[in-house]
């Protein structure tokens, strides 16, 4: 079996190789220079699966099948697709997420003024429903959350790569 990714380092990339690991599945990667050129090739049958956005499912669903979703529970967005640990593999899970960044040393005070701009403007009922139309659900944290979310996922990318044999490029 052959899957399209779109290089090393993207949630993606993180996802399939979490995927491949968990499900014991030894498939050839096929690189890709966008998500687009990915799925020309899936929809066209030269890659046998690939891991996308939401929105591409969304965007395409006349010409691909949305067998799962990787984050823990249903999508909002697809709430007929099963989350991947209901579908095959309990435990998996490797939701994709952006964050709002400031340069280190950003005073406190302007962190909370953001933060809290942030919320507010993320909790109206018409931004919410925009970012999901364009396949993100829009959650919130405090910087504290969001400091302790990376370090876990510095970890959690850690071991996969081990588990899944990588090494560094």
């Not at 993606?12 to 090739?41: C, H, Q």
């Not at 400091?147 to 970890?155: G, H, I, L």
């Amino acid at each position: 079996m052959t899957f399209g990714t779109i290089g090393a380092g993207q949630i993606p990339y993180w996802s399939v190789i979490l995927f491949n690991n968990m499900a014991r599945i030894d498939a050839v990667e096929v690189a890709y220079k966008s998500t687009e050129g990915a799925l020309i090739d899936l929809i066209s049958g030269r890659v046998d699966y690939n891991f996308a956005p939401v929105v591409a499912a969304l965007t395409n669903k006349a010409r691909l099948r949305s067998l799962a979703v990787t984050t823990s529970a249903r999508s909002p967005m697809l709430p007929d697709v099963p989350a991947m640990g209901e579908a095959a593999l309990p435990g998996y899970e490797m939701p994709a997420w952006r964050s709002i960044l400031g340069p280190a040393g950003m005073r406190s005070e302007i962190v909370e003024a953001l933060n809290k701009s942030i919320r507010q403007v993320m909790a109206a009922p018409d931004v919410r429903q925009r970012m999901l139309e364009s396949g993100s659900e829009p959650i919130t944290s405090t910087p504290e959350e969001l400091t302790a979310r990376f370090a876990d996922w510095v970890e959690r990318f850690g071991k996969i790569a081990a588990q899944a044999g990588l090494k560094p490029q």
